[in-house]
């Protein structure tokens, strides 16, 4: 079955870095585009990156523009995010979800999260 698994969430001070690691299974992970979204407390789920199924295209949320990069390797079905310049509003729990794609996957996927926190 589809598995989305999330990790390398943890407590960071503001201005530093971590690198968010999901691992997937269970569809052909090379024919889904790919995304990171978050969820802080008391607020509506957004979206932070996306990258289309080969890598060759990407977006970002206008608040992580120029401190967060999403990579993807085909070869080991993994989707990371890179986040430097860490925040204090960027604390909130981390999601990563396989998009539908008609013949492929049937509907979205999500992981169960990860939390990332930034406090000093």
């Known amino acids: 079955q589809v598995q989305l698994v999330e990790s390398g969430g943890g407590l960071v001070q503001p201005g530093g870095s971590l690198r968010l690691s999901c691992a997937a299974s269970g569809f052909t992970f090379s024919k889904i585009d790919m995304s990171w979204y978050r969820q802080a407390p008391g607020k509506e789920r957004e979206l932070v990156a996306g990258?289309?199924?080969?890598?060759?295209?990407?977006n970002y949320a206008d608040s992580v523009k120029g401190r967060f990069t999403i990579f993807r390797d085909n070869s080991k079905n993994t989707v990371d995010l890179q986040m430097n310049s860490l925040e204090p509003e960027d604390t909130a729990v981390y999601y990563c979800k396989a998009a539908r794609r008609r013949f492929v996957l049937t509907n979205d996927y999500w992981g169960q999260g990860t939390q990332v926190t930034v406090s000093s």
């Open positions: 990258i289309s199924s080969s890598g060759g295209s990407t």
